[in-house]
């Protein structure tokens, strides 16, 4: 793990939810916080879903609240999507943070879609400055019922 002799910013939260709305002023509503996500299939009339899911797309948005706690200067976070086999899904997204004191924060606004067939919990992990474990970690579950019509 590297080590870093400047103190790990705090993570206020990390969410999945259906979208973040920022006003002018930046302050920030997490709209439909999800713990599990329901996908299904609906074919033409007469037709039978599929047992096992077919590949499907599924958005959502991943809010990150950070604050400075102890922490000073620039930090690099990382977030990472992960499958239920524990694998991540695509390429971790990278933001970076200036802390000048305390109550500094920064928000982080992640936009996701992926397509999958694998049902399961997924794990939404946060890294900052390199390290090998997470920051934070938050679980959603993606779910697969036949006949119900997707989002």
């Given at each position: 793990?590297?080590?870093?002799?400047?103190?790990?910013?705090?993570?206020?939260?990390?969410?999945?939810?259906?979208?973040?709305?920022?006003?002018?002023?930046?302050?920030?509503?997490?709209?439909?916080?999800?713990?599990?996500?329901?996908?299904?299939?609906?074919?033409p009339?007469g037709?039978?879903?599929?047992?096992?899911?077919?590949?499907m797309?599924?958005?959502?948005?991943?809010?990150?609240?950070?604050?400075?706690?102890?922490a000073?200067?620039?930090?690099?976070?990382?977030?990472?999507?992960?499958?239920?086999?524990?694998?991540?899904?695509?390429?971790?997204?990278?933001?970076?943070?200036?802390?000048?004191?305390?109550e500094?924060?920064?928000n982080f606004?992640?936009?996701v879609?992926?397509?999958?067939?694998?049902?399961?919990?997924?794990?939404?992990?946060?890294?900052?400055?390199?390290?090998?474990?997470?920051?934070?970690?938050?679980?959603?579950?993606?779910?697969?019922?036949?006949?119900?019509?997707?989002?």
């Amino acid at each position: 793990m590297a080590k870093t002799s400047n103190p790990r910013p705090l993570i206020c939260a990390t969410l999945v939810c259906d979208r973040v709305l920022q006003e002018a002023d930046t302050t920030l509503s997490a709209i439909r916080i999800i713990d599990n996500i329901t996908v299904g299939f609906v074919g033409p009339t007469g037709s039978t879903a599929p047992d096992t899911p077919p590949p499907m797309g599924v958005t959502f948005t991943v809010l990150v609240i950070s604050k400075a706690g102890e922490a000073r200067g620039e930090r690099t976070f990382r977030v990472r999507l992960v499958r239920p086999n524990g694998k991540p899904v695509g390429d971790d997204a990278e933001f970076r943070a200036l802390f000048q004191n305390e109550e500094s924060g920064a928000n982080f606004i992640l936009r996701v879609g992926i397509q999958t067939t694998e049902m399961g919990l997924y794990w939404v992990e946060v890294y900052v400055d390199g390290e090998d474990e997470p920051l934070a970690r938050t679980p959603f579950r993606l779910i697969y019922e036949p006949g119900v019509k997707t989002p």
